[in-house]
């Protein structure tokens, strides 16, 4: 049996090298040739790659060189508005968080300028009760007795794929939300905004203060805990 991957341990990182063969024993590169020599044949199917394309080419967009050196130039919003226009598309879907019905009303301006057909859907669409998928009246976070509409993420796919649109963007959806609607989207789906509650939607904020203020998120324990 192989060693399990671990590329966020690797400590030599040849991968983005030529000498991408000379990786640590548990390298993918390495153990997984097989793997990567089937996913690397999906890049032969016209759409797939055409869409890779343009993504690698997003990506070099995204710097310009300036003397003191190569510097980052498009926020998020922008790269992702610049990559829908390379791809062609037309019709934009925007799955949002009621909460984050502000950002989603920027967002839809910006990218409407832009000349696309925006479609907003949010994540009570339907009004559909908390009951529905089993939650008791304890659980609900304005306390029991109350009318709680729970999120429905397979709703706003639904809905997007109805409308027809070439492209997903959420915008703060819940985790596990999101994660529905990737599985029921039809079209491709991109994140704008992750939802973070107490970072103010910057969830790399907790990684980056893991070792300080935030020690507590590198406490031990085991799953049955």
């Known amino acids: 049996m192989t060693e399990k991957v671990e590329c966020a341990k690797c400590?030599?990182?040849?991968?983005?090298?030529?000498?991408?063969?000379?990786g640590a024993s548990n390298c993918p590169t390495i153990t997984k040739r097989d793997v990567i020599?089937?996913?690397?044949?999906?890049?032969?199917?016209?759409?797939?790659?055409?869409?890779?394309?343009?993504?690698?080419?997003?990506?070099?967009?995204?710097?310009?060189?300036?003397?003191?050196?190569?510097?980052?130039?498009?926020?998020?919003?922008e790269e992702i508005a610049q990559f829908a226009k390379k791809m062609g598309y037309r019709k934009l879907g925007v799955a949002f968080c009621l909460g984050l019905r502000d950002e989603a009303e920027t967002l839809t301006t910006i990218l409407e300028n832009r000349g696309f057909d925006v479609v907003s859907v949010c994540c009570k669409?339907?009004?559909?009760?908390?009951?529905l998928i089993g939650?008791?009246?304890?659980?609900?976070?304005?306390?029991p007795g109350t009318?709680?509409?729970?999120?429905?993420?397979?709703?706003?796919?639904?809905?997007?794929?109805?409308?027809?649109?070439?492209?997903?963007?959420?915008?703060?959806?819940c985790v596990g939300h999101d994660s529905l609607f990737f599985k029921y989207a039809h079209a491709p789906t991109t994140v704008l905004i992750a939802k973070d509650r107490v970072f103010g939607h910057n969830p790399a904020a907790a990684l980056y203060l893991s070792k300080s203020y935030y020690r507590k998120l590198r406490r031990k324990e085991s799953l049955d805990s």
């Open 37 to 77: 020599k089937q996913a690397l044949a999906e890049y032969d199917k016209p759409e797939v790659k055409e869409f890779a394309r343009q993504a690698s080419i997003q990506e070099f967009e995204g710097y310009m060189d300036l003397p003191e050196g190569k510097t980052p130039r498009h926020p998020r919003v």
């Open 125 to 131: 669409a339907g009004g559909p009760p908390k009951e």
């Open 135 to 143: 939650i008791e009246e304890e659980q609900k976070i304005s306390g």
């Open 11 to 22: 400590t030599k990182v040849v991968c983005w090298t030529e000498h991408s063969n000379k």
């Open 147 to 173: 009318w709680e509409t729970m999120c429905s993420p397979i709703s706003q796919a639904a809905i997007l794929n109805d409308e027809g649109v070439e492209f997903n963007i959420l915008v703060g959806l």
